[in-house]
């Protein structure tokens, strides 16, 4: 009788399909992103100023994001953000940098997931404006504590390396009102807006990164 020599494998099935579902895993310890896109401005402008000459047109934003996971789900993190709008020859630009709190939850093949992040940083506006047909320029130069919101999807694309779709809103400016009321007395219109909370400057970003990571 002719007997048939059995090779046994280190692994049974269920093992080595963990271990290669193990590979595929979106980042879990740290991981650098580099990305771009569209920046769409909300600014409640000033007269002269950028946005009030040129109105709330669109520009672009390069983001980069560092992350380390204290927890499965939970990570810190340090993100720099750069915004730049143009209208010839009047332009703007915003430094945002800030550290982060993140939110992620995966799918349960680990490949794909969603995450919300809150931030609070230090963001730096420029703008220099002209007056029509003279070389003569404004340049207005302020910082303010800036907050803001990410959101996004994570998907797998290679080992170590996975794509984020992502959207952010950035925000400076929020100040009590000094007066503490809603509205004049007397009737009577100073022209100032006599609102709780006022908001001056909003982005909105909506781009793509590239996550490295493991």
Known sequence: ?????????????????TLLQAQDLLPQEFSVSLGGGLTLPYVDGNRND???????????NLTTE???YFMPNFALGLQYDYLRIAHSPDKMHLHYIHPNITYRYLWSN?????????????????ERTYQRNTKKGFLFNR??????????????????ISGVF???????????????????????????DHSWFKNNITFFNIGF??????
């Open 209 to 214: 990164a590239i996550q490295f990571g493991r």
């Open 1 to 17: 009788m002719r007997h048939e020599k059995i090779h046994h494998f280190p692994y049974c099935l269920p093992e080595l399909h």
């Open 166 to 192: 992502r959207a952010d809103i950035l925000t400076a400016d929020w100040f009590a009102n000094p007066d503490a009321r809603l509205y004049n007395p007397d009737d009577y219109d100073d022209g100032i």
């Open 50 to 60: 950028f946005f009030n000459k040129n109105g709330n047109r669109a520009g672009y």
């Open 110 to 126: 680990g490949n794909q997931g969603v995450f919300l992040s809150f931030g609070i940083g230090y963001m730096n506006y420029e």
């Open 66 to 68: 560092g992350r380390y």
């Open 143 to 160: 910082g303010y504590c800036g907050l803001s919101i990410g959101m996004g999807y994570e998907f797998y694309i290679s080992k170590k």
